[in-house]
């Protein structure tokens, strides 16, 4: 979603524009571990080549912030080495802190401009009403066109210029990022556009805390992270509460799980269709030929699906 990363790197900002054909990196860096995904694209399809995953030593990053961008780079540059893993570049999942979401609508001819900072300016007498957690001047800002309206995502230079630094100390150019609550929406289908916006939810059951996603059309609307004993009560209350009638109810189950019990739970108590997503199941998704050395992590799911959500037609 990011795109345009630092003025002080403008090379860099020209090359994350040219789609690539060679083996790439995604990569997460979770709240206690750092995973790494190696694939390919071959025409619309997604070559998953093998991962590395490692314990995240405390301290490195805080937030969805790299704070020790000298270990954390040295950290994923070992997994490459590890994994015999090379590739020019890669993508990012920035953890839910580090990133704000927010729905805007643009004047006419304002949602054309590409400089950042001519639309930042625009947004500076209606910062209160952004509610960020750090002031606008500071902020970095990427849109994503949803509809008649845009997505914005702000996160601080500061922060950015963090990221571009720890990947440049892994040997990686940085191709993007992208807000991790969002990562795994190339695994849903597209919502029909022809027809009212219709309410659908996401929710990842797989560690604690649970993370809900609630999208209305193209635009996610709120994002929470619940505990299980919490999760049913508050979004029975939500939808009550705003009126609200789901669509359909997208679920990434935990492995101990049984589906069909599961699914009729949820169906009982939201009275709309439940549907489990799987990375694995997705069309254009191609396992290595031997398949995986040892059992895939949970954190390889959003990697799967950001990276389905780059291919290039």
Known sequence: MFSGLTERLLPLQQHLLKPLM??????????????????????QQLRLQSWQQAPLPPGLCEGGVPLHVEALG???????????IQAPGATALVPAPAVVLRVLELPPGLESVQDPAALLQWLEPHAAALELPFALEVASLSLQPRGDRWLAAFITQASLDAWIETFAVAGLELHGLEPEVLAIEPLLPSPDLEQPPLWRACLDQR????????WQGQMPQLQRSLEPDQAEPWLEQ?????GISLDALWLLPDAAEAWEPLQQHWQARLGCPVHGLDPYSHSSVVLPEQGWLSPAPNQLDPLIAMALGRLQP
């Open 74 to 84: 040295d950290l994923i540059g070992d997994l490459l080495l590890q994994g015999a």
């Open 22 to 43: 060679r083996s790439r990196v995604a990569v997460s860096i979770g709240a206690d571990q750092v995973t790494v995904l190696a694939h390919q694209q071959r025409g």
């Open 238 to 242: 939500l939808l009550g509460q705003q």
């Open 207 to 214: 560690q604690q805390p649970w993370q809900l996603l609630l």
